[in-house]
């Protein structure tokens, strides 16, 4: 059984900071990409943030510039800070990783956090 296990959402005034992280558990061979997604109401979900295990990064063009995603492998957690935050950053975070379960499965599967809040708001 894995988990991803999230923390760090919260209310923050516009041009707070928060810091997420997701920390994954259980029983699996190694973690690939891991990343953050966000739903706001009526929305679909988006992306918003991925890094490899290697480390290369990508970022949806409105957290560029506000948004840092790290990892640390050893510790197999996942964090996003977010900097500047504005109104528009409001919606549920989630957590995702393509995990490999074991050795000589090749495929990764990706699992899901449940979701953190995050509101910005005055």
């Known amino acids: 059984q894995v988990q991803l296990a999230e923390s760090g959402g919260g209310l923050v005034q516009p041009g707070g900071s928060l810091r997420l992280s997701c920390a994954a558990s259980?029983?699996?061979?190694?973690?690939?990409?891991m990343g953050w997604y966000r739903q706001a109401p009526e929305n679909q979900r988006e992306l918003v943030a991925t890094i490899t295990s290697g480390g290369s990064t990508n970022y949806v063009d409105s957290v560029k510039g506000r948004f840092t995603i790290s990892r640390d492998n050893a510790k197999n957690t996942v964090y996003l800070q977010m900097n500047s935050l504005k109104p528009e950053d409001t919606a549920v975070y989630y957590c995702?990783?393509?995990?490999?379960?074991?050795?000589?499965?090749?495929?990764?599967?990706?699992?899901w956090g449940q979701g953190t809040q995050v509101t910005v708001s005055s």
């Open positions: 259980g029983s699996f061979f190694s973690i690939n990409t």
């Open positions: 995702n990783a393509d995990i490999r379960r074991s050795r000589t499965y090749l495929r990764t599967i990706p699992y």
